[in-house]
């Protein structure tokens, strides 16, 4: 007999008013969950359980990190031990509205695929063990992430065939019908073009990307600190990387095999989220503000990236701050609060 949940599981799989990313919206607001950095810098264990932050409207997608290695593949998650049933929780964060993401790659992703053939080959296996597949090895039971995300911070050989093979897995998956939404997001670093991520984002071999979230952090040439008391002196043609370049991602977007990918302004979410010699690049809310005001002139903006779940819960209001100047108004923060339960009401009344 079919369990409860993988019962649920499957039919959350179906529904089709899931996803907390909003294609068409400014608004949107992901945080990485996995990694645990606030307890690594203070020696305790900040993270909580996925689900547990599952229920704030403020956060539309979660990607989790990371993926970690290829060879073998395996999740490497900070508190995984403490964390067994995290495929539930993937479909109770799902159906609670939230987009969620597996993130490949991370500081310590250094290796890629030995060739064009298994990199084919390997994304087909990680999108048979995360995807919409059958097969035996499932590190998240039945649970169906709703895309990838690709935080390749080092120069890999072949990532530009697996990212194809894994776009054109959801390709097909997302024109077979049933009303699931696939996306592929990619993180690069704010250098314009981030040499770790050109073979897939320029050239022949660009893939097409659902968005960016772009590390503004870490850079100081081009990351929120270089952001100037004057920025419309930046126009839209400005192609001068020693400024904030939000610009020049703009440009990107509009120029991608996916004209319509969006860009997240991605920034740390407390001071202990970059290294001591990039603390510069940690932000106030009140510093963010009218840097987020700037990057909503460009159509390609979709939000803001945080990293990560333990530091902004370690950093009491921040997320409440940065959700305001997105989000906008109080009036635009309780619409897109209505918009989720909206979603979360849908998903009920299909079960």
Not at 112 to 139: E, I, K, T, Y
Not at 204 to 209: E, L, P
Not at 225 to 240: H, L
Request: proline share 6%; glycine share 10%; aromatic share 10%.
């Amino acid at each position: 007999m079919i369990s409860r949940s993988i019962f649920l599981a499957s039919l959350l799989w179906a529904s089709k008013a899931l996803a907390g990313f909003d294609p068409g919206a400014t608004d949107n607001i992901a945080i990485y969950w996995g990694q645990n950095s606030a307890g690594a810098a203070g020696g305790g264990s900040s993270q909580k359980s996925l689900g547990e932050y599952c229920s704030n409207s403020e956060v539309d997608i979660i990607p989790i990190a990371f993926l970690s290695s290829f060879n073998p593949i395996q999740v490497d998650l900070t508190n995984m031990g403490n964390d067994n049933d995290i495929g539930q929780e993937i479909s109770k964060c799902q159906a609670a509205g939230k987009t969620i993401l597996l993130s490949i790659g991370g500081a310590t992703f250094n290796s890629g695929p030995s060739s064009p053939q298994q990199a084919q080959q390997l994304a087909d296996q990680v999108w048979s063990m995360f995807g919409p597949g059958d097969g035996d090895n499932r590190p998240f039971g039945q649970a169906v992430v709703d895309g990838f995300d690709l935080d390749i911070e080092a120069p890999l050989q072949n990532i530009g065939p697996f990212a194809a093979r894994l776009r054109e897995n959801m390709d097909k998956a997302n024109g077979a019908g049933g009303g699931r939404k696939f996306y592929l997001s990619a993180a690069p670093q704010c250098p314009y073009p981030d040499q770790n991520n050109q073979a897939i984002l320029q050239g022949d071999s660009a893939v097409a990307f659902d968005f960016l979230m772009v590390q503004f952090y870490n850079n100081p040439k081009c990351d929120v600190r270089a952001f100037g008391t004057s920025p419309s002196k930046r126009s839209s043609s400005d192609t001068d990387a020693g400024g904030f370049n939000m610009d020049q991602w703009d440009q990107w977007a509009h120029s991608s095999k996916n004209p319509k990918a969006k860009i997240f302004l991605g920034i740390p979410g407390g001071p202990t989220a970059v290294s001591s010699s990039q603390k510069a690049s940690y932000k106030t809310p009140d510093s963010l503000a009218p840097i987020i005001t700037y990057s909503k002139r460009y159509s390609s903006f979709g939000g803001v990236m945080i990293w990560d779940m333990s530091q902004v819960w370690a950093n009491e209001g921040f997320l409440d701050a940065v959700a305001s100047d997105v989000k906008g108004s109080p009036a635009a923060k309780a619409k897109a609060a209505a918009r989720q339960t909206r979603r979360t009401h849908q998903r009920e009344w299909k079960l």
